[in-house]
């Protein structure tokens, strides 16, 4: 069975914020340390399966002593970029976040992320990490190192404040970097990630949300999602499972798909005055679109569709074509990672 495209209706959208509505002032005189930005500065689910990429940046402990490890936590709007990870010729949030570290440290830099969200996947704490040679770290920080102690924490930290803000300046306004920490040595930002949480938002009401709608699967029914029955389901999913059902067939092949989840919940809340069910969902990793193949299939058994122990019928096929179907990206946002 292939997968099932989102074919509900567009609703009205926000105006976008800007940068600056995000973020404060980017004004470049703030940072002159760090930056100075030249003129020309304006500018699918998840899968937390390691690359070529990935895999190359994995931190070779032969040269751990020389490196200084830095990591940002970043938010970003999915609907802007074709996803996380780099890809030629499109505009990917891991290549605008690089282009601007080039800008900022004169080099090539290749970064980690905690998870490759899909196209139109947001995140609130994805987590990115880099390595720089202690001489390259120095350059960029050299104030850091002319006190000792207390004041070089302190100093360290507004060094860290500034190449955050000016990253800010620099990168597309659908991405923010909230934080920017020094790291201990074999830091990774995808390996040393201890636990992924992502939350799921669905609308259901006969009218479509105006200032969720870029952010929930907006489901048109009067009738609210069965909440008692989709948690009942929830609990067929906790643990180490084989998650094969659950995730892009052709993505499973030649890899273990034993994922374990440590919780999976749904409450109901509300932003911005509107009304949503979110589906909370937090393990150790995730295959390709697994989270959405989740959430279409309990959104079946909110619907009253199938029983909650269909679920376990889903893991025991150990077949895509066994799930539901995959809810749409837009709904979808990697909440935080635990190290």
């Known amino acids: 069975m292939s997968e099932q495209q989102d074919m509900m209706p567009n609703a009205l959208k926000p105006t976008a914020e ?7 002032e980017a004004d470049t005189a703030d940072i002159p340390d760090i930056i100075e930005v030249p003129d020309t500065a304006d500018f699918h689910g998840t899968t937390d399966m390691p690359n070529t990429a990935d895999i190359a940046s994995k931190p070779d402990t032969d040269n751990m002593l020389d490196e200084k490890i830095i990591s940002l936590t970043i938010s970003y709007k999915g609907s802007a970029f074709h996803g996380f ?23 090539d830099i290749e970064t980690v992320g905690a998870g490759r969200t899909d196209t139109g996947v947001h995140a609130l704490g994805q987590v990115v990490s880099f390595a720089l040679t202690t001489t390259q770290y120095q350059q960029r920080f050299a104030q850091c190192h002319e006190f000792s102690g207390f004041q070089a924490k302190r100093f360290t930290h507004s060094g860290l404040l ?24 074999g830091f990774s930002a995808r390996f040393s990630a201890k636990e992924r949480e992502y939350r799921y938002r669905i609308c259901t009401s006969s009218t479509a949300p105006l200032f969720l709608s870029d952010f929930a699967w907006w489901l048109r029914s009067d009738k609210p999602l069965d909440i008692i029955a989709m ?3 929830c ?25 374990n989840i440590n919780q999976a919940f749904v409450f109901c809340t509300q932003h911005l005055g509107e009304r949503c069910t979110v ?61």
């Open 235 to 259: 609990t067929y999913l906790l643990g180490e499972k084989d998650f094969r059902s659950f995730c892009v067939a052709k993505s499973a092949k030649e890899i273990s798909t034993m994922r």
């Open 18 to 24: 800007t940068k600056a509505d995000v973020i404060g």
């Open 85 to 107: 990870a780099r890809q030629p010729k499109q505009t990917t949030v891991q290549g605008e976040l690089e282009k601007a570290l080039k800008i900022i440290f004169r080099h």
């Open 162 to 185: 500034k190449l955050a803000s000016s990253l800010n300046a620099i990168t597309p306004d659908e991405i923010v970097v909230c934080e920017a920490h020094l790291r201990p040595p």
């Open 279 to 339: 589906v909370q969902i937090k393990g150790n990793a995730f295959l390709h679109s697994m989270v959405r193949v989740i959430v279409g299939s309990l959104v079946e058994v909110g619907l009253r569709q199938k029983n909650p122990d269909w679920i376990n019928q889903i893991l025991l096929a150990k077949d895509r074509r066994a799930a539901g179907c995959t809810a749409p990206a837009h709904g979808l946002t990697l909440w935080k990672v635990k190290y």
């Open 231 to 233: 948690r009942e389901a």
